[in-house]
């Protein structure tokens, strides 16, 4: 069975990357059509849709993240393969101007596993053993997704290839990977991956996934309206459109950008429960 490790952007799946090697490894990347968001590095910017093979106007990930794989591609020597699905724009026009949210997650199977599993359909095409990056204290995580699993021990997925003869797409679940978690299995914890990535060139966003994603808590949401205040204008104009819902029941992301801290906080005052994650 051949091996494959999904890398996030986050110090941890680059860890993985790095010492436990396999045969391939693939980043989904988020894109936004949004001009405000447009990634500032024309060369870079040209660099990933050479990768990725579609037009490559901004992420709504934090910038950084884009220097990320290409710094790690050269740390650890080998090709890490780009993927990306719709665009984050087109994905909530497609589900009628719905916004995702902690309910209805589909950003995270359509913008990350979606194209790693057609990427995979591609150039694999049989199961596969995939590294996912859980720390030696997210044993529930690996849990939750062991769960998933078929009688034959896979993950599946629900694909389509083809259309019948009057146009709709013939579906069909598809078996295609077994993840396994060697930092479990090897006793890593945040601490040994810091200390490894404190000596080595590769620059990494205090946190990755989406700067907006409604799982993060609304302070550490006010803090990314700071640090990154034209992505989180997109994420509060969504909201303000002719959309359905809100990304969080709560609070709405302008009263999130209004809002006043009441005291100065840095990045280094959240941990990972308040930062959120994509699921994977």
């Given at each position: 069975m051949k091996?494959?490790?999904?890398?996030?952007?986050?110090?941890?799946?680059?860890?993985?990357?790095?010492?436990?090697?396999?045969?391939?490894?693939?980043?989904?990347?988020?894109?936004?059509d949004d001009p405000a968001c447009k990634f500032p590095d024309e060369k870079l910017r040209q660099a990933v849709e050479d990768r990725i093979q579609k037009p490559f106007l901004g992420t709504l990930e934090d910038d950084l993240i884009i220097n990320t794989i290409f710094d790690l591609e050269q740390h650890i020597g080998r090709e890490i393969s780009w993927v990306s699905g719709l665009t984050y724009d087109q994905l909530i026009n497609k589900y009628s101007g719905y916004l995702p949210n902690k309910v209805k997650r589909y950003c995270t199977s359509h913008m990350k596993i979606e194209p790693m599993f057609y990427w995979w359909a591609e150039h694999i095409g049989e199961p596969i053993q995939m590294q996912i990056g859980f720390r030696?204290?997210?044993?529930?995580?690996?849990?939750?997704?062991?769960?998933?699993?078929n009688a034959n021990g896979l993950l599946e997925f629900k694909a389509t290839f083809q259309k019948h003869k009057d146009g709709r797409n013939k579906w069909e679940v598809v078996e295609w990977q077994r993840p396994t978690f060697p930092l479990i299995e090897n006793g890593i914890f945040k601490d040994d991956i810091e200390a490894y990535w404190n000596k080595q060139p590769v620059r990494f966003a205090p946190f990755n996934n989406c700067v907006g994603c409604f799982h993060r808590n609304p302070i550490f949401l006010r803090k990314m309206a700071e640090a990154h205040p034209n992505k989180m204008e997109w994420f509060a104009q969504q909201e303000e459109l002719d959309r359905k819902g809100q990304w969080r029941s709560d609070v709405t992301y302008r009263d999130i950008i209004k809002s006043q801290l009441q005291?100065?906080?840095?990045?280094?005052?959240?941990?990972d429960c308040d930062s959120g994650y994509c699921g994977l």
């Open positions: 091996t494959c490790t999904s890398i996030s952007g986050g110090r941890t799946s680059a860890y993985l990357a790095a010492n436990y090697p396999t045969d391939y490894n693939v980043f989904a990347l988020v894109r936004t030696s204290n997210e044993g529930r995580r690996a849990k939750t997704m062991q769960q998933k699993l005291i100065e906080l840095s990045f280094d005052d959240f941990s």
